[in-house]
């Protein structure tokens, strides 16, 4: 375990490795199949497009796919990637230490956990800031994303206007490792986030 999750008090289940395509993939493929991965594009990809693409994406050098664990199951998809590699960065003035994150919640576990997806991003945030050394962790949710804007706000971030992508119009949004932090420190167990 790591000692930030001890330090911060984060869920000791959930753990993160890096994505192995031929192992996961059908797991992931089958989370981009249900309604709420809508705003990831990816429903009409068939197994062997979205095998492909992640292998690309492994093999390449301008992202790094994670899955999250929830007590050793697959539990979630993580995105992380450089701003100024990507389209994102052509909207904003990148600084050294951005990383980009997406993510994505699979069905983890046969009932809903209270604050699960809340956990999750938490986790999420401390292994970007403590593992990959991110300086300032870099979001731009599809605008119509509601639940996801409420999320990123909870672990700080802050939202600095509206971009048009290629695929999507984008929130921007900015998270400092001192504003993450700070968030920890509003344990709110009634938020079920």
């Given at each position: 375990?790591?000692?930030?999750?001890?330090?911060?008090?984060?869920?000791?289940?959930?753990?993160?490795?890096?994505?192995?395509?031929?192992?996961?993939?059908?797991?992931?493929?089958?989370?981009?199949?249900?309604?709420?991965?809508?705003?990831?594009?990816?429903?009409?990809?068939?197994?062997?497009?979205?095998?492909?693409?992640?292998?690309?994406?492994?093999?390449?050098?301008?992202?790094?796919?994670?899955?999250?664990?929830?007590?050793?199951?697959?539990?979630?998809?993580?995105?992380?990637?450089?701003?100024?590699?990507?389209?994102?960065?052509?909207?904003?003035?990148?600084?050294?230490?951005?990383?980009?994150?997406?993510?994505?919640?699979?069905?983890?576990?046969?009932?809903?956990?209270?604050?699960?997806?809340?956990?999750?991003?938490?986790?999420?945030?401390?292994?970007l800031f403590?593992?990959?050394?991110a300086k300032?962790?870099?979001?731009?949710?599809?605008?119509?994303?509601?639940?996801?804007?409420?999320?990123?706000?909870?672990?700080?971030?802050?939202?600095?206007?509206?971009?048009?992508?290629?695929?999507?119009?984008?929130?921007?949004?900015?998270?400092?490792?001192?504003?993450?932090?700070?968030?920890?420190?509003?344990?709110?167990?009634?938020?079920?986030?």
């Open positions: 375990m790591n000692n930030y999750v001890e330090e911060f008090g984060l869920n000791p289940w959930i753990d993160i490795r890096l994505l192995d395509v031929e192992k996961d993939i059908e797991t992931v493929h089958s989370w981009f199949l249900m309604d709420y991965a809508a705003f990831w594009n990816m429903q009409n990809a068939s197994l062997e497009e979205t095998r492909k693409i992640y292998d690309e994406i492994q093999k390449g050098n301008h992202m790094e796919v994670y899955l999250g664990f929830y007590k050793n199951h697959p539990a979630f998809l993580m995105e992380c990637y450089w701003p100024e590699l990507d389209e994102v960065g052509k909207h904003y003035s990148v600084k050294p230490g951005d990383i980009g994150m997406h993510f994505m919640v699979g069905p983890a576990t046969e009932k809903p956990i209270s604050g699960f997806t809340r956990d999750v991003l938490r986790h999420i945030m401390a292994f403590f593992q990959k050394n300032r962790v870099v979001v731009e949710p599809d605008v119509r994303n509601d639940k996801v804007h409420k999320l990123n706000a909870f672990v700080g971030f802050h939202y600095d206007g509206i971009v048009q992508l290629e695929k999507k119009q984008a929130s921007l949004g900015f998270c400092s490792k001192e504003n993450f932090i700070n968030s920890l420190q509003r344990v709110n167990t009634s938020e079920s986030i």
